[in-house]
Nanobody, 126 residues
Framework: VQLQASGGGLVQAGGSLRLSCAAS????????MAWFRQSPGKAREFVAA????????FYAESLKGRFTISRDNANDTLYLQMNNLKSEDTAVYYC????????????????????WGQGTQVTVSS
């Protein structure tokens, strides 16, 4: 599976961005998917996960209500809508595939993911 993340950029605090992750190479709908982010000097941090069908989602507790993960299996694309952005949201955002058929608390653990996108930079200015 090849993943191409896009949609990052520079935005003012309080603004919004929508990230996309285009997948190719294997059946997109066979994978649970997730977004992670990483700031300089910090470990990669779980953002959100979504089930194969898109019917179930799981979020980092601190991001609930501001971020929304979704997917379009017809177009092999994963999304992350980010609203009311804060300076602490500044990071490189990565999409990743999870071969397991379920999502939940363990979705936050990076070792379960088998393919990663190259990342897209999000910078929030205060």
């Amino acid at each position: 599976v090849q993943l191409q993340a896009s949609g990052g950029g520079l935005v003012q605090a309080g603004g919004s961005l929508r990230l996309s992750c285009a997948a190719s190479g294997r059946d997109f709908s066979e994978h649970s998917m997730a977004w992670f982010r990483q700031s300089p000097g910090k470990a990669r941090e779980f953002v959100a996960a979504i089930s194969r069908s898109g019917g179930r989602t799981f979020y980092a507790e601190s991001l609930k209500g501001r971020f929304t993960i979704s997917r379009d299996n017809a177009n092999d694309t994963l999304y992350l809508q980010m609203n009311n952005l804060k300076s602490e949201d500044t990071a490189v955002y990565y999409c990743a595939t999870d071969p397991r058929p379920y999502i939940g608390r363990s979705s936050s653990e990076t070792h379960y993911y088998d393919y990663w996108g190259q990342g897209t930079q999000v910078t929030v200015s205060s």
